[in-house]
């Protein structure tokens, strides 16, 4: 059995990288939808996504519309491997396969 992704595992981040983990490869989301999915304040979700962004899990685009300030967001090619990895984990707990190892 695989370990748990200690980066991902949190609950904030798990339904972060889920949302974005559901988008076709190389789609972005942005900030404000995002925030308004998870249903978190901007504080919160900035903290989650810098700590993911410092894992390489995610990447942060910033740009303007006109003057106003947009920031996007989009799973990397490694934050990917990294939630299906988690997922593996998740699924081997669900199925009672990391007891049955113990147990042996």
Not at 3 to 22: C, F, K, V, Y
Request: proline content about 2%; overall charge positive; cysteine-free.
């Amino acid at each position: 059995m695989i370990g748990p992704d200690e980066i991902i595992h949190q609950h904030t981040r798990l339904r972060i990288m889920a949302t974005l983990n559901a988008l076709s490869e190389g789609r972005q989301v942005e900030f404000t939808r995002l925030r308004a999915i998870l249903r978190i304040t901007d504080g919160n979700l900035g903290a989650h996504l810098t700590t993911l962004e410092n894992a390489g899990y995610i990447a942060v685009t910033k740009d303007f519309i006109g003057k106003k300030p947009r920031t996007r967001i989009a799973l990397t090619r490694a934050g990917r491997k990294a939630f299906s990895r988690h997922i593996i984990f998740l699924r081997e707990i669900l199925d009672g396969e990391g007891s049955e190892r113990e147990s042996r």
